[in-house]
């Protein structure tokens, strides 16, 4: 039998700010109940090693059907031989010891009077059911719990590792971190629990033995606490920083039934940890009045998540819960209970009424020349100014003004709380991603001499400055999950990098150590990243030093990092096939990001394609040059090598053009490469919502596979002066693209008056 996987179906609904009002429980889970399911295993139906043994003898799954219709094909065909059953118990691999006391040890003979193990799927499962007619289910749920004390005391980003340490041991009261509690769990438990979360995504038995290693070697770092003299968290080794990263914005806490774990600084007294159906992430809910429930977070630990019940003794197996009350429609084929036919919503009917108004005034003026001409001109003359009335961050009527109109349009927010709030709003409307990226551009002291040739006679200043930039895009991978990616920006660190772009030299070693570094930490929080272009002038060298990167890191078929090619440029196409040809020769996978292009104000005019159509061509080919798998003709004999795709257009033609192609190659089990869909926030959003729309639709009509693309948001985040130059890029971007920003206005209004006069 497959084992069979639960992946999160609903991700994030409102925060603390956004949903203020509550809403019910249903109206919660249909909004996200098919959020994030890309796998057609990982749709829960409970059909396997059921309880009572009378439902368990009669289950018999026809294993001729395919690996994605068997779950579903069994429940059907199962659902009205039994009114209510139980879902629970593990299946160990025979050479580890028992099960955690709270399941039923599958492995032994015979657990429930009959042998069900080879019709068991790996991991544990716990699913409480009852329906009240055959065609319908309800599903009534009783693993839930309510959180009885939160820690008081969190340390701040920044604080030293003593500080950090000393905090969390202080979220155990009486110090001791092998106390049991009521559950049977102790501090420790939970915590290790945490720090691997992300360590291990299967359910396989035989990862089990992982965690007593694991509970061990924290215990060390955290009993060093008292006696040891640190002062700098960077002094520790790998260890002690993935303490200091991974419990970040956590409180401890305990609930009623007695258990302890790890959540999110927004959990308090009285909230209800639950799992929804199909989801493997605990979430966090408030009860309010009139029966509505106000979403707080999603609970990404999986030691609160195992407040269910009790913290198991590691994270395999979980225990998988269910607390809402729904009626979910499972077979529709009865005459009297027929599927009611509804009118798709408006694909910006995701927006929230304040963006699209402010969407509605910012789109007008991009798509209006005489309106468009001063906005630029005035935003030019910030970037350009060196006076401090108009710094946005030392004028603060400027900086209210320009957060108003444009900053908070487009970028993620100044500080930690503002980029998760941002990001948080993204993932609530639907997106699977983001990109984000650190627009702090570092100053060099204009008193310091920089060299006037040479490659290692730079100042110390300068060396600094690759370390801040490099702290500072470290600092952003704190901000974002694992899926999402961080956007590079190399120029950003400083003088070094700039001089020698702009020479052809290859990349200083310093420069090069940092952006390993940055690789290598990217790589650890399961996400990927893409190094930004440039302009013209440099992009050559960085398309060299790029090619470093990904010979170095994009290895057996993963692409970490991802280079930009701009199809605006006539080279564009031969740029792709290098890429292509030198990762088949070389055995390494090339990553794309597919952009038109950002620099067109400030490039030699002839290295650009002489019209719109000739851009269009470009993009399309270079698209569709890797969905297809062409080889360039110079490398006929080689193989295509593994390849990735970020096709980053705000162009709704490119957009459907390259996925239907993808879509076609998929279905007729052609190869092709893994792609993600990418526009940037505040642009393009009735493309990115229509794409999303038709994600969601294809998982109603079980058409997604784990190769659809998924689509995301880009986005920078920094103070509004440190990301100026990328507002102003923004503008002039749209100044290019009128027809285009046309349309985004006409669509934006019309669901604004539709919305207004329905």
Known sequence: MPGFRIRTLMDNFGSTTTNPVGASLATIFQAY???????????????????????????????????????????????????????????????????????????????????????????????????????????????????????????????????????????????????????????????????????????????????????????????????????????????HLEIWFRSQARTMMTTKRGSIGLGCTFARPGDVICVFLGCDFPVLLRPLENNTWKYINTTTSYAAESSLERPPLGIYP????????????????????QATVTEDPSPLSKIPLGVLVRSVALTTVMANRWLLRPSLAFIAMITQSNSALLNPDKNPVLNRILQWTIYNHFCAGNSIPEVSNTVQYIKNLGFHGIILGYSK???????????????????????????????????????????????????????????????????????????????NETRKRGCQLWIDAEQQAMQPTLD?????????????????????????????????????????????????????????????????????????????????????????????????????LVLATHNAESAQKALGTHRRRVEAGLPTVPMKCAQIMGMADELSCKLLQDYEQAVKDDRVTAETPRIYKCLPWGSVQECINYLYRRAVENRGAVERTQHMALAMRQELRRRILG
């Open 33 to 239: 109940q098919f959020r994030r399911c890309s796998d057609p295993h990982d749709k829960v139906y409970g059909v396997l090693a059921v309880l009572p043994l009378s439902f368990v003898v009669a289950v018999k799954p026809d294993y001729e059907q395919p690996v994605e219709e068997l779950y579903r094909f069994t429940f059907l065909n199962n659902l009205q031989k039994i009114r209510r059953w139980e879902i629970r118990g593990c299946l160990r691999d025979p050479e580890h010891d028992g099960c955690p006391s709270w399941v039923s040890d599958l492995s032994r003979p015979d657990p429930f009077g009959i042998d069900i193990t080879d019709n068991l799927a790996s991991g544990c499962s716990s699913l409480h059911f009852e329906y009240e007619a055959p065609s319908r289910l309800k599903v009534v749920g009783i693993r839930f719990d309510k959180i009885k004390d939160v820690s008081k005391e969190t340390y701040k980003f920044g604080d030293d590792g003593q500080t950090v340490l000393r905090t969390i041991r202080s979220w155990e009261p009486n110090g001791d971190l092998n106390r049991p509690y009521p559950g049977g769990d102790t501090f420790l438990d939970a915590f290790a629990a945490t720090m691997i979360q992300d360590c291990r995504k299967d359910r396989r038995p035989s990862d089990l033995y992982m965690f007593e290693n694991v509970k061990a070697m924290f215990e060390a770092e955290l009993l060093s606490t008292a006696s040891d003299p640190i002062s700098e968290l960077n002094s520790r080794d790998a260890t």
């Open 318 to 337: 979980r225990t998988i819960g269910l607390v809402l009350i729904n009626k979910i429609n499972v077979n529709a084929a009865t005459a009297d209970n």
């Open 441 to 519: 551009d570092v100053v060099l002291d204009p008193n310091v001499e920089l060299p006037q040739m040479g490659l290692e006679d730079y100042p110390i200043e300068c060396y600094k400055m690759i370390d801040e930039w490099k702290r500072g895009n470290i600092e952003t991978l704190n901000m974002i999950e694992a899926g999402d990616l961080l956007a590079v920006k190399v120029t950003g660190a400083g003088p070094i990098a700039v001089d020698a772009l702009q020479a052809g030299r290859p990349m200083n070693d310093y420069l090069h150590a940092a952006l390993n570094d940055i690789c």
């Open 544 to 644: 060299d030093w790029t090619i470093v990167l990904m010979r170095e890191h994009n290895r057996d078929g993963n692409a970490l990092v991802y280079n930009t090619i701009q199809a605006y440029l006539k080279g564009a196409r031969q740029n792709a096939q290098r890429h292509i040809q030198l990762a088949a020769q070389e055995g390494w996978t090339v990553g794309i990001k597919l952009v038109r292009g950002a620099y067109i104000e400030n490039e030699i005019r002839s290295l650009i394609h002489d019209t719109k159509g000739d851009t269009d061509a470009s993009y399309n080919d270079i698209a569709d040059m890797l969905i297809s798998q062409r080889i360039p003709n110079e490398a006929a004999n080689i193989k295509f090598p593994d390849a990735a």
